[in-house]
């Protein structure tokens, strides 16, 4: 196998000008497509367990034909054989235990490898309820089904080569979208864009692999079958496409997480009470008591079409006690991974200056996040339209005046809110975007590797270590697509789904 990945490479590299070959139309195939596996019958509710017009349970794997025959009886047709249903065929009939019947159903039948799993695959469409969905499942797993564990369908669907990881995980996130522009996301990767890019990006690092072992097969003759200078510039496209990709992760994480917002300021500033009045939902406790909120809540808001994910954290002061001053801790780890922080102040105070200097030191040392003085309480003082002024004079900054009690100027902060992040999510438009955090570890992993091999055609050092770097390169960009399997990864991936999926 790899010696004709190596032959196919060099005759590429011959018979392609390095134009072509750095052209990312140009895919050399090099994997195939193996024969799906038939893995032992799984069954699982496919649908959310609870009352409802129907439910859907499936069952996947050797046998399920044969399962599906001593449970199923087809109304009008009782010689019907299940093995001899063509796919894609639907059978109106009944599922029986042995006491007799449980539920009338319509049976999918899917053939492999042109089903889900890409194996044999049967999905009963029954009434939606939770004993009689129970009753078939138990039925099913009676006569010889495992229940499958989380995503072991989609487990099934990648090992058997149908979908790439990428992909697989694009189903989950789809399932999960919060927004719009999340779900546009993933089915742009579900479609395989980001695997395509990658998948490009591996072709050209498997070859330049390929011809430097090549090098090391006849490291006594003292041949370069790829110039150095040639290598140096191949390495400086892949790294430039895959800083692009990485770049593009802060915006993907924002489509996929929502804009983290963190409502920060002392205790009793009315941080509990705006995030209620946001949410319209009495979520967090509020109270006169400084100290009231320990921890922080986390809740998400639409505006828009921006996602908002809203937190409100305990009130920082100097701790009190112990659980407090824990929740203090954890109130500045949020604030440091912030998108925007709205630092809210009592202005019905005299002392509503004295923290200025603590808004100028936020601003300085979160720079990252956008920021919003949030003014509130303007309904117990006179002068809140002087004291909103002096604080955009002394900070600089973008402050609007609330009552978050009564409600007055909401409005206005939600459109502020909405203006500070105004292109955060135009990402949309982007054709590709990475969203995952172990997308965007091993594209940085595989830029590391790339900066090592750099480095090391700088220095005309030794053909091996090179190979190394690259070799590396292409296997952590393997692991993305799931090219190079990595037991511990599937199981990050596929833990994340339902059972069922
Ligand atoms: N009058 C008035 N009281 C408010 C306003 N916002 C919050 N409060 C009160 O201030 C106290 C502290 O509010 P809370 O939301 O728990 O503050 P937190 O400690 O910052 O979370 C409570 O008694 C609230 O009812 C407001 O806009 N006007
Ligand atoms: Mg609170």
Do not use: W
Request: proline share 2%.
């Amino acid at each position: 196998m790899v010696f004709l990945i190596l032959v196919e490479c060099i005759v590429n590299t011959l018979t392609l000008d390095t134009e072509k070959l750095n052209n990312k139309h140009v895919v050399m195939k090099t994997s195939f497509t193996p024969q799906p596996l038939q893995g032992e019958p799984i069954a699982a509710l496919a649908t959310p367990l609870g009352v409802g017009a129907l439910a859907v349970v499936r069952m996947s794997g050797k046998d399920v034909f044969d399962i599906a025959q001593r449970v199923f009886r087809k109304k009008k047709k009782p010689d019907f054989l299940f093995s001899q249903s063509k796919g894609f065929r639907a059978h109106f009939g009944t599922v029986h235990d042995r006491e007799g019947l449980v539920d009338e159903v319509v049976a999918l039948a899917f053939r492999s490898p042109n089903s889900y799993t890409m194996e044999d695959m049967v999905e009963f469409s029954c009434h939606g309820g939770p004993v009689v969905v129970s009753h078939i499942l138990q039925v099913l797993l009676d006569e010889g089904c495992r229940l499958a564990e989380p995503g072991e369908f989609t487990r099934r669907a990648f090992l058997n080569g149908r979908i790439d990881l990428l992909q697989a995980e694009a189903i989950g996130e789809m399932i999960h979208a919060r927004t719009e522009s999340a779900f546009r996301t993933a089915v742009n990767q579900l479609q395989g864009s980001l695997s395509l890019r990658l998948d490009v990006m591996r072709e050209q690092l498997l070859c330049s692999c390929a011809l430097l072992e090549l090098e090391l097969d006849f490291s006594e003759e003292d041949v370069e079958f790829q110039s150095r200078s040639q290598l140096q510039k191949e390495v400086v496209v892949l790294q430039a496409e895959l800083r692009s990709l990485i770049d593009s992760y802060q915006q993907g994480r924002l489509l996929k997480e929502g804009v983290s917002t963190v409502i920060a300021g002392r205790p009793n500033a009315g941080k509990s009470t705006l995030l209620n009045v946001l949410l319209d939902e009495e979520r967090a406790i509020v109270s006169n008591i400084p100290g009231t909120t320990r921890d922080y809540i986390e809740e998400y808001f639409l505006y828009e079409k921006t996602m908002f994910r809203l937190i409100d954290t305990a009130g920082l002061r100097e701790g009190h006690e112990e659980i407090e001053h824990e929740g203090i801790r954890r109130s500045y780890k949020k604030i440091s991974e912030a998108d925007l922080l709205l630092y809210l102040i009592d202005i019905s105070t005299e002392e509503y200056l004295s923290e200025v200097p603590q808004i100028l030191e936020f601003m300085e040392r979160y720079s990252n996040a956008s920021m919003i003085v949030v003014a509130n309480k303007i309904d117990l003082t006179s002068d809140s339209v002087l004291k909103v002024q002096k604080l955009r004079e002394m900070t600089d900054c973008e402050v609007c005046g609330i009552s978050a009690a009564d409600g007055v100027g909401i409005n206005e902060l939600k459109l502020l809110m909405s203006r500070m992040v105004e292109g955060f999510d135009k990402l949309h438009e982007a054709s590709v975007l990475v969203t995952s955090l172990r997308h965007y570890e091993a594209l940085r992993n595989a830029l590391d590797a790339l900066e090592h091999a750099r480095g090391l055609i700088e220095s005309a050092s030794g053909t091996e270590l090179i190979a190394f770097e690259l070799r590396s390169a292409l296997e952590y960009v393997g692991e993305i697509t799931g090219k190079v399997i990595n037991e511990e990864i599937l199981n990050v991936v596929f833990d994340r789904f339902c059972i069922g999926k």
